[in-house]
């Protein structure tokens, strides 16, 4: 009892010191993990709740259990949260399977416990075998580095103080000091991955090898210096190519990466973070022709010349109208804030600002997105010019065509918003009212 309650002091002393002065929430099942968890902490005159979830999946066993860790609460004379899940519906809702059900359900009372009852962490009882477990889930499933590096001791509020120890050292310590847990009938079950892997695999792995528990922590250390020089190096990469322009979009110059080795391996690690998973597509970008675009549930990449543009996916906003009354001076659209101003004389002009007759506009003005036809008379030219026609001229990529706002006058455009302005609205020396709108 001694070397293992020793042990898991100095752990806390040493890598977890900041959990001493918290108020800590225990998710516990009432199984063997969590109940040593529970008697730790207590042992360890930790501040702390316990939190239980009743997912429903087992009757009678389940009620048992939720009685149970309630009655370890009230002997510790400490905070009980018990919530009842409908997990089967749930997950044939959402379509999930039980264990992805029971965990979305699961975390996301404990965000709520956390909100509302002022905890800083939640301990959760994961150890060194569930490590393994999880290492051999993932390496089965195919995965990178992240998913070889094992569960995090520390994520977020999530904060794991039991993975330096091996289930048999918890059973001991559970026998040795006479406490109590309940046995989940599942998980003699092989019919989920992780059990056939605890009852079947490892028991074969520890019979080549007595050692390989030990030695798979200590694979998982160089792993984890690996991940962190590789992040380190990405880092380096990034800084050098990501270029930041307006409106979100990050421009990744294509010979740039392709100075570094492995394009296609640094592309992976910049691009992860942004939740893309077609690596195959992306890999073929680097070649890809104008206009080719990849999409992550949040963000896209778009292929434009020679570049890579990555941007935020952002709410359709193409059948937007907004209107201008004379009386008004100030309107705010998606790309900035529009301001009209009556002046006296003309200043220096730039793409945010432009000068126009207002004798010449008919209220109230009109600002849109633009629309294949459209068509202009660009400021300093003679006749008349498509817009698409004057994008492809200016290289415009398909992001920067797809944000293009136009200022207009009925249906007469006097402004490419940011681009051009209209020859039909210029100042000549019969203006009597002149008219500055910019945009900020």
């Known amino acids: 009892m ?42 360890l005159g930790l501040d702390f709740g316990i939190a239980h979830c009743n997912f429903k999946l087992r009757g009678a066993e389940s009620e048992g259990d939720e009685e149970f860790v309630s009655e370890v609460a009230n002997k510790m004379k ?42 800083d962490y939640v301990l959760t009882a994961h150890h060194k075998d569930d490590n393994l477990e999880t290492f051999l889930i993932n390496l089965s499933r195919g995965t990178g580095i992240d998913g070889l590096t094992g569960i995090p001791e520390i994520n977020d509020v999530y904060v794991r103080p039991l993975l330096p120890f091996s289930r048999n050292q918890i059973l001991e310590f559970a026998q040795k000091n006479t406490i109590s847990w309940r046995e989940d009938s599942s998980n003699s079950s092989t019919k989920y991955v992780r059990n056939k892997l605890r009852h079947d695999v490892i028991p074969e792995l520890l019979a080549i090898n007595p050692q390989f528990l030990q030695n798979f922590e200590t694979t998982l250390d160089h792993l984890k210096q690996t991940r962190t020089f590789v992040k380190n190096q990405v880092k380096r990469v990034k800084k050098d190519v990501f270029e930041y322009s307006e409106l979100d979009t990050i421009k990744i110059p294509i010979h740039k990466l392709q100075e570094h080795n492995e394009p296609k391996t640094y592309l992976y690690f910049l691009l992860k973070e942004y ?45 937007r109208v907004y209107k201008i009354p004379e009386e008004e001076n100030m309107i705010i659209i998606p790309s900035g804030m529009i301001k009209l101003k009556e002046v006296s004389e003309l200043s220096n002009t730039d793409l945010r600002t432009i000068y126009v007759d207002k004798e010449k506009l008919k209220y109230p003005l009109i600002v849109r997105k633009w629309k294949e036809g459209d068509y202009f008379y660009p400021l300093g030219m003679k006749g008349k010019k498509k817009l698409s026609k004057y994008f492809k001229d200016e290289k415009l990529s398909l992001l920067a065509k797809e944000r293009v706002w136009l200022l207009c006058s009925e ?29 900020t």
């Open 2 to 43: 001694k070397a293992l309650i020793g042990k898991f002091k100095a752990h806390i002393e040493d890598k977890l010191s900041f959990l001493k002065e918290k108020k800590l929430l225990i998710a516990c099942s009432g199984g063997l993990d969590s109940m040593v968890l529970t008697y730790m902490c207590h042992l």
């Open 78 to 119: 400490v905070p009980f949260y018990v919530t009842n899940f409908e997990t089967e519906q749930y997950a044939k809702k959402h379509k999930l399977s039980i264990q992805m059900a029971a965990r979305e359900l699961r975390y996301n009372w404990f965000r709520e416990l956390i909100l509302e009852y002022q905890y």
């Open 275 to 319: 939740g893309f998973t077609a690596w195959d597509d992306i890999a073929r970008m680097l070649t890809a022709q104008s206009g080719k675009q990849v999409f992550s549930p949040t963000h896209r990449l778009v292929k434009n010349r020679w570049y890579l543009l990555l941007c935020p996916i952002v709410e359709e906003v193409s059948d």
């Open 411 to 439: 249906d007469d455009i006097v402004w490419i918003i940011n681009y051009r302005a209209d020859n039909r609205f210029k100042i000549s020396p019969k203006t009597k009212q002149l008219l500055k709108v910019t945009i």
